[in-house]
């Protein structure tokens, strides 16, 4: 079973009610707030609309562990990305198991490299994009670290 199904817009649009995506549990509450999680619906509504894909749940067997996001693409097929993980579900190697598979769908889909930012005090997540062969670049916001990571040669 894959680690990444497709999201559709109601997948977060039930979240900001409190539910579970459709066919999924979740393993506690609190992944998101209401008013994010109808942000990502609409981003996940806009990105099926222009390129197909690019938003995708982290699922675990029939739970709903987290989620990976891209937000937007240049010219140049360079995209940010984003994800998160449930805080219960932290530390067992999910988020690097689910990027992994997200740098290999982005690939598959002709993007030329992928962009991450996070705050320098979370080494989990430093660790995550370090394992995946994220390279630090110039950040664009003060105290911010960039990732990029090529998936052209």
Known sequence: MSLLRDAVPADFERLAVGLPPQGLL??????VT???AM??????????????WGACLIVEGD?????VLLNGTDAAGHAEFGYAVSPGQR???LAG??????VTRAGDEGLG???AETDP??????????RNLFTPVPPTREGRLRWRRYLRR
Request: charged share 20%; proline share 4%.
């Open 26 to 31: 979740l393993p506690e509450a609190g992944l």
């Open 113 to 115: 490299a992928l962009l």
């Open 121 to 130: 005090g979370n080494a989990g997540s430093i660790r995550v994009l370090e």
């Open 97 to 102: 198991a689910a990027v992994g598979a997200f």
């Open 39 to 52: 942000l990502l619906a609409r981003r996940c509504e806009d990105l099926r609309a222009l390129q197909g």
């Open 63 to 67: 739970l709903m562990v987290g989620f």
């Open 34 to 36: 209401a008013p994010v």
């Open 91 to 93: 530390g067992r190697g």
